[in-house]
């Protein structure tokens, strides 16, 4: 297997992105048994697109994001900003001026296979060569809220039925030093 490459987006990646954040949500939506929820869907997909523009136009200033390459093909996201409004208010507050990692995106073909993780780990040291200490990230998704309950340990905040029965919204606050020393 070739080596996989973390690096920064181009302008020359943008529809590569728009295809990939397409049917990684598509999946994602379908997997979680949320397929109806079009607009739902829609809207996620045109925040990553808007939040690569972001990161593009500031040059990582407002939106940092990362890419798994394989082959000249993109494998995996990752990326940071500002906190969002949903987590400001989900933590009432309380999480105002954090960071937050988000957009953890895997291909369908090459989820299981660790470049998550990989992302994530390089996620964490460009936030500490930054400056930041810790950081906030927060899931809706079924599936994503196991991985990190296994890797972040229990949210600090469980939000029970917030996207209807059984659906919940969970966020969880992290010390980089301590994450990196696991």
Partial sequence: MHQIEIRRPTEGDVNKLALFFKKVIEDTFSK???????????????????????????NGKDRYFLLAVLDNG????????????????CTAGAYKGLMEV??????????????GNLLIKEMLHTLQNKGFNEFCLDSGYSRAQKIWKKKFGEPDYFLKDYWGTNNHHMVWKINIQETLKV
């Fill in 32 to 58: 979680e048994g949320l397929s109806q929820l079009v607009d739902d869907m829609e809207n996620e997909i045109k925040d990553k697109n808007k939040y690569l523009r972001l990161d593009l136009t500031s």
């Fill in 74 to 89: 993109i494998i995996g996201t990752i990326e940071f900003g500002p906190a969002s409004d949903l987590i400001v208010s």
């Fill in 102 to 115: 988000g957009t953890v995106f895997v291909h369908p073909d090459y989820q299981r296979q660790g470049i």
